[in-house]
């Protein structure tokens, strides 16, 4: 339940105008949706275990919110449409410490100025009574029949504005809208029960569940049960809850990548980054996890009024709660990794290697000539053969696997015990640069340095990178206020030119400066399709990758695919 639902509630007070100018403007209210997140916002905060909407064209008819929460005297009934009428703060130190879902005493007003609005309302001990208002003017108040709780009726919607009420959208496009206001805020208090209606008909009813439960109620398209899991984090001053979904199981938009922060929807962007950083090994480009993040934070250290929807927020501990969601997420993403899971038999590479494995040097790095590709070449750190690749058959037992062979030039054919793997020879090449960079390395000076335009924003990023570059191999200077590239990197093959815009590029984007520089040297410099391997390097790559824990590329492919025995015998009709 929220705070609101376990405090009696306060009398309304109109507020004072000293503290209302320290509040941030209200949103107008602009559609059908605005109406309706500020009314549920009010049940919410009166503490409503039910919640009932019902619209009429999409709700520029009509929106009926129904609660069963405290309700409120004849007094606060009377003052709860003027403006700044609110029970959420009485001074400006009461913004410091909110809890409530609303706090500025605008939303009744603003919306009973565009439309006829009817409220009914009762505590649980009081008579139900009842005001009309149009266009913000008072037209009835007396009894009404009615049960405890609130009665929220808005008709008519800006039947006095007609330059807003012309840019409404059709009533199928508003009633979706609609829609999603209902189901964030649906998401965030998972323990109430809500129905929503369109024209009398039930089209969406989640009753009282766990978050997991909740959230594929409320994707029930999207999202399966089995699929989600619930984590938790904290640490000085907040606790996460945090429904990841499995890395198996993605999406190709961020829809299910949602932030709550005391159980408000928020765009944070650092908290979005923060998942999708935590799934970066699991998910190629173009890929987006399942992960909705709810952030409860003390009130002291997180500030709403900087939004009049409230839809932005800023935290005073941002940093420890981005690394504390990172590690939560990656320490459950282990699961998946291919050699955690068991059992061992069944996976590839799962054993240790017989022999020590050769040196594998990657100073040298195979490009291949367009002229002429369909020629062996020698993959970085090995020897070169002057012959086609070995395709006589079956080779020797090398370590725990059989190397059979290239196919299409690309995949990499290999048994091991009662499996087969085709391995991608290229994002297997680019993980183990990628990792040797990770490691760090020398670097290879420039006869000529290259010169960096940068910006104030790119020359502090440059200042704050210098040493993991510098950890890599990539030397920059600062000469006479300008930037100029002085080394590269040993491990790989780039022209100094191409490292220099991939830098500028990665300047606007310093969040990820260093993995997202080190998945780009390796793709540039890996082993690409179409190369011919000789045995011996085919070997040496698959080698290199055996030990690894989490089978996958820089941007989250599969290095390899594989298939049991009896997954082959069913193809081919075999029992």
């Known amino acids: 339940m929220s705070e609101a639902a376990s405090s009696p509630p306060r009398s309304i007070e109109i507020l004072d105008p000293a503290v209302a100018r320290k509040i941030a403007a209200g949103e107008v209210i602009d559609r059908p949706a605005a109406v309706v997140r500020e009314l549920l916002e009010n049940s919410l905060d009166a503490g409503a275990s039910e919640v009932e909407v019902d619209l009429i064209g999409g709700g520029t008819e009509l929106i009926r919110v129904v609660d069963d929460g405290h309700g409120m005297s004849r007094t606060d009934l009377e003052r709860c449409y003027l403006p700044h009428a609110t029970s959420k703060i009485v001074t400006d130190d009461d913004l410091r410490r909110v809890r409530s879902l609303g706090f500025r005493g605008e939303a009744l007003s603003s919306i009973a100025t565009v439309s006829k609005l009817e409220i009914t309302s009762a505590p649980a001990d009081g008579v139900p009574r009842q005001i009309r208002i149009e266009g913000g003017r008072l037209v009835s108040n007396g009894p009404a029949a009615g049960a405890h709780g609130t009665r929220v009726a808005v008709g008519d919607l800006f039947y006095n504005v007609p330059a807003r009420k012309v840019f409404q959208k059709r009533s199928a496009s508003e009633f979706q809208v609609c829609r999603s206001v209902f189901v964030d805020r649906a998401l965030a208090f998972a323990d109430v029960a809500f129905r929503l209606r369109s024209g009398g008909e039930v089209r969406v009813f989640l009753p009282p569940d766990d978050l997991c439960g909740r959230i594929s109620s409320a994707y029930p398209n999207l999202l399966e049960p089995a699929l989600l899991h619930e984590l938790e ?11 990841a979904g499995e890395p198996g199981s993605p999406r ?16 944070e962007y650092a908290l979005v980054q923060a998942m999708e950083y935590a799934y970066r090994d699991y998910l190629h480009g173009g890929l987006y996890p399942v992960a909705f993040l709810f952030l409860d934070v003390d009130a002291e250290l997180v500030d709403f009024n900087v939004h009049p929807a409230k839809r932005e927020v800023r935290f005073r501990t ?9 590690r939560a997420l990656a320490d459950y993403l282990r699961v998946f990794d291919r050699r955690a899971a068991p059992p061992s038999h069944a996976l590839p590479f799962a054993s240790a290697v017989a022999e020590p494995r050769p040196a594998f040097d990657l100073n040298r790095v195979y490009r291949p000539d367009p002229v002429v590709a369909d020629q062996d070449a020698s993959v970085p750190g090995t020897p070169g053969s002057a012959g086609p690749p070995d395709r006589s058959g079956p080779a020797d037992e090398h370590g725990p696997f059989r190397y059979l062979g290239q196919i299409m030039d690309l995949f990499l054919v290999v048994e091991r015990a009662d499996r087969l793997y085709l391995v991608d020879q290229h994002a297997a090449h680019e993980r183990i640069i990628f990792d040797r960079l990770r490691n760090g390395g020398s670097g290879q000076e420039l006869l000529f340095p290259v010169h960096l335009e940068v910006d104030p924003q790119g020359h502090s990023v440059l ?5 993991e570059l510098r950890r890599m191999g990539i030397e920059i200077e600062e000469r006479d206020g300008t930037w100029e590239l002085v080394t590269v990197p040993s491990l790989v093959s780039v022209e100094a030119d191409t490292l220099a815009s991939l830098l500028m590029d990665l300047l606007e984007r310093p969040a990820d400066f260093e993995r997202e520089l080190y998945a780009s040297l390796s793709c540039r410099s890996a082993v690409m399709d179409g190369a011919r391997l000789s045995t011996e390097d085919a070997q040496r790559i698959i080698t290199e990758v055996m030990d690894l824990r989490n089978a996958v590329c820089p941007h989250g492919r599969p290095i390899w695919i594989e298939w049991s025995r009896e997954q082959l015998y069913s193809l081919v009709g075999r029992t």
């Open 463 to 467: 200042q704050e990178k210098r040493g």
């Open 233 to 243: 984090a904290s640490g000085d001053g907040f606790r996460a809850r945090i429904v």
């Open 252 to 267: 190709k938009d961020r829809k299910t990548l949602q932030v709550f922060v005391n159980r408000r929807r928020v765009w």
């Open 318 to 326: 941002l940093p420890e709660i981005h690394r504390r969601i990172v």
